[in-house]
């Protein structure tokens, strides 16, 4: 249940309706698909768009925001600060002012609102965790054709299991995304868990949600359920936010082993999309034996409708889980019949306030 409530009414024509207008999961594909001719220049940028992306994950990987400051350096000034090389620092710093990053004044380059906010390790909203990520990820991403041919992941889908050291990459990168973009800050404000006692959070990452849900209700108590190298890094985000004593840390395998029960709420925040069907289907039938009578799960996830098109990022993200997992993003139908079937006796969906790219499909029991 949400403070904020949008509820949608998925079984009647004038719910179809209203999501087809609203361009919300479940609206069909033919209501969304949008036929305009792209232009060239359009093409073109799409064609070239990898090329501020890369400039972006250099500036971060040499740590440039960090050297900026609202007054002002010389390219000479930031070159000496980074050891890198003279013409080659000002050309990137040229780019960063064409896209907006870096400020320019004269022959001082200064830091932007949005790159002291989201570019500097220090900031508590910096972005640089996910920005690193994905320049890690890039050359894995240059076997999306051969991906495509195949249709096997082009990395073990392992959720960054491999070693310590990239378990912390991807964990981190998540906790980076949250902090951003404030997503559980959001939804924190948004869910009503008033009368919730405990709460379970499958594949809670970094743990921001349960943080996040702890400190706006002070009576609950939050389990959080992962892989043990993921629990690792988890502890080190939990370790000064004094909630040691609500917060605990379980040990385990969604894909192979039960959940631990007697929970009021399951959370699951963007587990599904990395899991195939089968997967997903077992998934719920493990949360439903989890929960309480009366109990509900949450799932925040990208929802798309029914020809699997819309929203936009949404259908591209489902190529990164192509790439890295075994899933994609579903839609809402789909969704609805795993819950159904696993015994769940009705089933909605929420529209989440503007911001959050997801929607939380809940379950009850």
Known sequence: MLRRRARL??????????RRRRGLPGAS???????????????????????????????????LFDALDASGRTAEEITVALGTNLRATTLLLNAL???????????????????????????????TAMVRFDAAL???????????RSGEPARAPDMFQRT????????DAMASLVQARGDARVLADTLDLTNTRCLLDVGSGPGMYPVEFCRRHPHLRISIFDLPGTLEVTRRHLAETGLDDRISLVAGDYRRDALPGGFDVVFLSNIIHG?????????????????????????KDHVTDDSGTSPAAAAIFSIAM?????????AY?????????????????????????????????
């Open 164 to 171: 310590p050291e990239e378990t912390a990459l991807f964990v």
């Open 322 to 330: 192509l790439l890295f997992a075994r899933g994609r993003d579903y």
């Open 9 to 18: 009414r998925t079984s009647s024509h004038a719910g179809a309706a209203n």
């Open 29 to 63: 594909g033919k209501d969304l698909i949008h036929a305009s001719r792209m232009e060239f220049r359009e093409l073109a940028r799409l064609n070239g768009g990898y090329v501020e992306s890369r400039i972006l994950h250099a500036a971060v990987t040499l740590e």
């Open 97 to 127: 002012v064409a896209m907006r990053l870096v400020r320019k004044r004269g022959e001082h380059f200064l830091e932007t609102d949005a790159s002291r906010a989201f570019l500097t390790a220090a900031s508590p909203t910096s972005y």
């Open 138 to 148: 890039w050359p894995v991403w240059e076997r999306l054709a051969e991906t495509v």
């Open 333 to 365: 139908g789909e969704i609805r019949a795993w819950l159904l079937a696993a015994g769940f006796a009705r089933v909605g969906v929420d529209v989440l306030p503007p911001g959050l790219i997801s929607t939380l499909v809940t379950g009850y029991k």
């Open 275 to 299: 899991e195939d069907e089968d997967t997903n289907r077992e998934l719920m039938r493990k949360v439903y034996a989890a929960l309480a009578p009366g109990g509900r799960v949450l799932i």
